[in-house]
């Protein structure tokens, strides 16, 4: 597969006091017509994350005709699991109902960070996501005892599938992490039970962190797009690809992926963070550059 870049789409500049910067983890849903609603992980002046959303008309060159003016999901108070960060994760519709998915972050002494999974449902008749719990549904266990972080979630048959990050461990210092990507289950979509499988594992050398993995299931193959972190003299993220006929065993096909950072501009140190979707026959992908999302992110169309 080969991705032609179209052009960057939106970056924050202190739209809000709570929209600072950053425009990280990108999520396309449909409205009506051409117009789409895209969710992303912003950054306030103090550098913690909250959840908003730009509205783009994709007959219109994916212009930005809509910002939202207060956030769809901010962090909790002191001492929660999300009192240091919400971070936009996956938006799942089923039979009417909306979940959301989002990372919550708390910041560490002896480690940099945990992060677990939380839940927010949208309630139709205030027209907004609340939270589920103020608990994560998904926190550590004896299966994921560091930190887990960003899920794909797709619901196939009546069962609900979660990919998701797992650290195997934590060192001296953020290199020496092992975050890999795992697998869990649910009926409800709450309530997940974990496999403790690695299903995506470190690959290049010198790799230590895949994360983010998004999903799809296509003419009856699973893609899945990602980001890796780091191979060889490459310290950066890049996005990484794998393909997969029953969602459980995949194989990686990073050299096939076909798109890399540009020679220069907001994306020419990294590239990260990949949401994949169809439209009027074309295949989009809107993914981050520099800075994890500082610079915003963009947009590029498969060949």
């Known amino acids: 597969m080969q991705w032609n870049k179209l052009h960057n789409v939106f970056c924050p500049n202190n739209n809000y006091p709570w929209m600072a910067s950053h425009a990280a983890n990108p999520f396309a849903v449909p409205l009506s017509g051409s117009t789409y609603r895209v969710y992303f992980t912003c950054r306030n002046t103090g550098n913690v994350s909250h959840i908003a959303f730009v509205d783009v008309d994709l007959d219109n060159n994916f212009k930005v005709i809509n910002i939202c003016n207060k956030p769809v999901l901010a962090p909790g108070e002191a001492g929660l699991f999300d009192d240091s960060g919400a971070a936009m994760g996956y938006l799942l519709n089923v039979d009417g109902k ?42 550590r266990s004896n299966e994921d005892p560091f930190t887990i972080s960003y899920p794909s979630v797709l619901h196939e048959n009546g069962k609900y599938r979660m990919w998701y990050g797992s650290n195997l461990r934590w060192g001296k210092t953020q290199e020496t992490m092992e975050h890999v990507i795992k697998y869990a289950e649910s009926t409800d979509g709450i309530n997940w039970k974990r496999t403790n499988n690695i299903h995506i594992d470190l690959q290049h050398p010198g790799e230590y962190a895949l994360s983010k993995p998004y999903v799809i299931k296509t003419n009856g193959l699973y893609q899945m797009w990602y980001s890796y972190r780091a191979n060889g003299n490459i310290s950066t993220y890049r996005i990484g690809y794998a393909e997969s006929t029953d969602g459980y065993k995949w194989t990686r096909k990073d050299n096939e992926v076909g798109i890399d950072v540009s ?41």
């Open 98 to 139: 909306k979940y959301l998915y989002y990372l919550g972050w708390n910041l560490k002494v002896t480690v940099p960070w945990l992060n677990t999974i939380g839940l927010a449902v949208w309630n139709e008749s205030k027209r907004e996501f609340e939270k589920y719990s103020r608990a994560p549904i998904m926190d």
């Open 263 to 303: 020679a220069s501009g907001w994306d020419s140190e990294m590239i990260c963070y990949p949401f994949v979707f169809d439209y009027k026959g074309n295949r989009y992908m809107l993914y981050n550059g520099n800075g994890y999302g500082k610079t915003g992110f963009g947009v590029a169309i498969l060949n």
